[in-house]
Every structure is written in structure tokens, then in C-alpha cells.
T-cell receptor, first 112, second 111 residues
Framework: DAGVIQSPRHEVTEMGQEVTLRCKPI?????LFWYRQTMMRGLELLIY????????DSGMPEDRFSAKMPNASFSTLKIQPSEPRDSAVYFC??????????FGPGTRLTVT | GIQVEQSPPDLILQEGANSTLRCNFSDSVNNLQWFHQNPWGQLINLFYIPSGTKQNGRLSATTVATERYSLLYISSSQTTDSGVYFCAVGPLLTQGGKLIFGQGTELSVKP
């Protein structure tokens, strides 16, 4: 299995620009999670989906962040407009049980 | 919400030494996992262990759910064990797969 795939691996953008992060979960997994990792706040859950439906988005920091899962094999996390404080590593994880989670390699986002 | 505390925050070992990492959590959970984040940033699932003991090679983990702690043992450490070890817990309520991560223990194994 290829594991969880994320793209891009690195993204550098200017403040105010739209950023779209992409995730392909492990085939057959029906839960998908988006996390953000920063030095200050550690690893935080932003949102998770079960069977393509958002279950808990209480971790999404503000309206500038949105996430979609149009089908079982693809999800996006969008930031519009981006700000320097959004700089972080964004991880996607998937699970077949909703319990054990398998993480992708992450996208390192830098907003200047 | 649930609090997760890991200790020690940092640990330096000589290759071959053994170590114990601890995770305390503030409320009952039905999900506890240990992860290793390697120096390249990849998060790797080590154990799903809400209770009891599991072993995988040189690593083993024990969770005492009634006392709200979990331990990760690393024996005969190798330089490849370096990185950050995270404990993550999920609450008992119907919150699906939501995990709350501790701040991690940063392990450095010297040759």
C-alpha cells in the first residue's frame, strides 16, 4: 500500500494568497483527519471526516480555513486568505477503524 | 478537556541503553496510541494500546487505564530511535477518532 499521500510537500506563499493542501487516504480507510503541527501548539486536530462527512470541525481555527472530502479517495484543506501565523506542518491521517491512525508525510507551509 | 502530559520532555541516551517514557492523562479514555516522529518529520504509529501490554521488537508499551498512565519502553536503543515520541489519547464520549496529543518526549541516541 502506498500509505497516505499528501501534496505538495512544501509550499511557500505570500500573505493573502489562497493555499490548497491535498490528501489521498489509504484505500479502504473511511476516516480522514487533518492536523496542524507548530512549535508553540504542538499537534492539533483541525477536522475529521467519517465516510466523507465532516464529523468534528471544532479545531478549525477560523473561517479562513475550510476542508472538503468530495469522495473516499480525496480531501482538501484550503486557507483563504493565508497569513504568516498559518505557517506550520499540516498532516493528513486516515483510519479504517476510526481509532488507529496512519499519517501522511505532511505539507510544510510557509506564509511570508 | 483531557490533559496529556509526557515525561521527560528530553532524553539523551548512549546507544545500547534502555529507557522508559511516560504518559499521564487526566480522564478516562478508550483510545491511546504512541507515535514516533523521526528526524525527517514522519509520524509513525507504534502502538494502539488503550489497556494492557504490547511488544514489538525492542519496543513495548503498557497502559494502566485505571491509573491513567501509559509507559513506552525502549530497550537496547539505536541511533535510529532518535526523534520525538508522542502519546495521544481519545476521550470516552462519542467523539469518534478525535485524538489529543501530548507535547512529546524528544529522544536523542548517541553512537
Amino acid at each position: 500500500d502506498a500509505g497516505v499521500i499528501q501534496s505538495p510537500r512544501h509550499e511557500v506563499t505570500e500573505m493573502g494568497q489562497e493555499v490548497t493542501l491535498r490528501c489521498k487516504p489509504i484505500s479502504g480507510h473511511n476516516s480522514l483527519f487533518w492536523y496542524r503541527q507548530t512549535m508553540m501548539r504542538g499537534l492539533e486536530l483541525l477536522i475529521y471526516f467519517n465516510n466523507n462527512v465532516p464529523i468534528d470541525d471544532s479545531g478549525m481555527p477560523e473561517d479562513r480555513f475550510s476542508a472538503k472530502m468530495p469522495n473516499a479517495s480525496f480531501s482538501t484543506l484550503k486557507i483563504q486568505p493565508s497569513e504568516p501565523r498559518d505557517s506550520a506542518v499540516y498532516f493528513c491521517a486516515s483510519s479504517s477503524t476510526g481509532i488507529e491512525q496512519y499519517f501522511g508525510p505532511g505539507t510544510r507551509l510557509t506564509v511570508t | 478537556g483531557i490533559q496529556v502530559e509526557q515525561s521527560p520532555p528530553d532524553l539523551i541516551l548512549q546507544e545500547g541503553a534502555n529507557s522508559t517514557l511516560r504518559c499521564n492523562f487526566s480522564d478516562s479514555v478508550n483510545n491511546l496510541q504512541w507515535f514516533h516522529q523521526n528526524p525527517w518529520g514522519q509520524l509513525i504509529n507504534l502502538f494502539y494500546i488503550p489497556s494492557g501490554t504490547k511488544q514489538n521488537g525492542r519496543l513495548s508499551a503498557t497502559t494502566v487505564a485505571t491509573e491513567r498512565y501509559s509507559l513506552l519502553y525502549i530497550s537496547s536503543s539505536q541511533t535510529t530511535d532518535s526523534g520525538v515520541y508522542f502519546c495521544a489519547v481519545g476521550p470516552l464520549l462519542t467523539q469518534g477518532g478525535k485524538l489529543i496529543f501530548g507535547q512529546g518526549t524528544e529522544l536523542s541516541v548517541k553512537p
